[in-house]
């Protein structure tokens, strides 16, 4: 099974007792059932847009696995503080994942998010390993950030 995998039925399971978890299960099925780090295009991004989801409220769509969303959450507010417009100047970093890409400049912050999760589960075995990364290497001086 692919890490951050979630299937609607799961998630209803893992939310039932909040309305948002509902919330949620209703937009996963609306976007297509199964929803994965790697797997979830960003055509759909635009339905959460305009479902009025919240940027991190989507994430956590997309990461279903409560640990890990602990950890991006973390990493995306070291990074940007979730701000889709953040952009750092001296190393050409981007967007909520800051990352070193100008194509992100011109995304919305939904679109960010499903590139910086594709980005992290392509480059790191877990979000939480590349906190760890992130943390291990923050006393460090970098310019640009670290990715």
Known sequence: MTRGVCSASNSLRANNASPLGLARVVLAIALGGALSLAGLASAHAPAASAAGLSLKDYAKI?????????????????????????????????????????????????????????????????????????????????IGGWY
């Open 62 to 142: 997309k990461v279903a696995n409560k640990n890990q969303f602990k950890c991006l959450d973390k990493l995306w507010t070291l990074e940007s503080n979730w701000r889709p417009e953040a952009h750092n100047k001296s190393g050409g970093a981007y967007g909520i994942p800051q990352i070193r890409n100008v194509i992100l400049k011109h995304k919305d912050g939904y679109e960010q998010i499903d590139l910086g999760l594709k980005y992290l589960d392509h480059r790191y075995s877990s979000i939480c390993q590349a906190l760890h990364l992130w943390n291990k290497r923050a006393g460090y001086d970098w």
